[in-house]
Nanobody, 114 residues
Framework: QVQLVESGGGLVQAGGSLRLSCAASRSISSRNAMAWYRQPPGKQRELVAGISSAGSTNYADSVKGRFTVSRDNAKNTVYLQMNSLKAEDTAVYYC????????WGQGTQVTVSS
């Protein structure tokens, strides 16, 4: 069983930064793909960024150049550094891990005021 706990969300003004963390309850090796998703109010969940087992990363077009996903396997943690935040980044952000199947965290709220 894998449990993921997100933290670091909150209220920030447009143009500001936040760093989200996702701590896993068991060892997530570098072989496990990880990802961040978000669900804006009234909209479907969407992929924000992913990091593969090979360490390659991919981003939604809307966050390229502003967000950076990274991982620390020794700490069983994945991060999402979010810079130059916009009001449209307001959403619940979810961490996900692929360990035979996708596991999800409960989410952390990010609110960007304009």
């Amino acid at each position: 069983q894998v449990q993921l706990v997100e933290s670091g969300g909150g209220l920030v003004q447009a143009g500001g930064s936040l760093r989200l963390s996702c701590a896993a309850s068991r060892s997530i090796s570098s072989r496990n793909a990880m990802a961040w998703y978000r669900q804006p109010p009234g909209k479907q969940r969407e992929l924000v960024a992913g990091i593969s087992s090979a360490g390659s990363t991919n981003y939604a077009d809307s966050v390229k150049g502003r967000f950076t996903v990274s991982r620390d396997n020794a700490k069983n943690t994945v991060y999402l550094q979010m810079n130059s935040l916009k009001a449209e980044d307001t959403a619940v952000y979810y961490c996900a891990a692929l360990v035979n199947r996708w596991y999800w965290g409960q989410g952390t709220q990010v609110t960007v005021s304009s």
